[in-house]
């Protein structure tokens, strides 16, 4: 069980246009889902807390018009980094916290995102 | 005070032995400490995790010690195998709130055949 999966694993896009990056609980419902940036060879990077039917919560620095998240349901959220350009390229990760289950996140397999 | 600092930076050992990697943190509210294990492309993978409740925990070969009073917890993988190899995260959070992590630096190990 909690398994997490994103869409798509792999995306490469021109700058100036939008993609968008799919983050679904499998096989439990999740009113809490994270979203992480990781560059290489570094740490996770929290970006925002997304909650099922409200508004998520960004970190300091990560801007919210640029990365539009969407938890429309306990079992999906939605990324989506507006006008990309060059320096938005990295691999986007989300998680899922198990309702319920306290602290414990999930993770998904991660997005490769590639601005040309 | 929120930092979780994590060493060392990278590891090798031989296959059979056991590597630890260690983490400190000073927020004395966080009270769950999980560990993640992240190969190339990929996303973490959680390993196990701790409460400050208990001083050590067991699950196949991979140990947590927790030490309460100096803040601090380690990750003890017991006969590594270069299938281990890769990069070893550990997170701090509270059990109240967003419940956000936050992680450490990374550990990239290496066992070696």
């Known amino acids: 069980g909690a398994v997490v999966s994103q869409h798509p694993s792999r995306v490469i896009c021109k700058s100036g246009t939008s993609v968008k990056i799919e983050c679904r609980s499998l096989?439990?419902?999740?009113?809490?889902m994270f979203w992480y940036r990781q560059f290489p060879k570094q740490s996770l990077m929290l970006m925002a807390t997304s909650n099922e039917g409200s508004k998520a919560t960004y970190e300091q620095g990560v801007e919210k018009d640029k990365f539009l998240i969407n938890h429309a349901s306990l079992t999906l959220s939605t990324l989506t980094v507006t006008s990309a350009h060059p320096e938005d390229s990295s691999f986007y990760i989300c998680?899922?916290?198990?309702?319920?289950?306290?602290?414990?996140?999930?993770f998904g397999p991660g997005t490769r995102l590639l601005v040309l | 005070q929120q930092q979780v600092k994590q060493s060392p930076q990278s590891l090798i050992v031989q296959k059979g032995g056991i590597p630890i990697i260690n983490c400190a943190y000073e927020n004395t509210a966080f009270d769950y400490f999980p560990w993640y294990q992240q190969f190339p492309g990929k996303g973490p993978a959680l390993l196990i995790a701790?409460?400050?409740?208990?001083s050590e925990k067991k699950e196949g070969r991979f140990t947590i010690s927790f030490n309460k009073s100096a803040k601090q917890f380690s990750l003890h993988i017991m006969d590594s195998q270069p299938g281990d190899s890769a990069t070893y995260f550990c997170a701090a959070s509270t059990s109240s709130g967003t419940y956000k992590y936050i992680f450490g630096t990374g550990t990239r190990l290496k066992v070696l055949a």
């Open positions: 096989d439990f419902q999740a009113t809490t």
């Open positions: 998680s899922a916290r198990r309702t319920g289950v306290r602290e414990t996140q999930y």
């Open positions: 701790i409460r400050p409740d208990v």
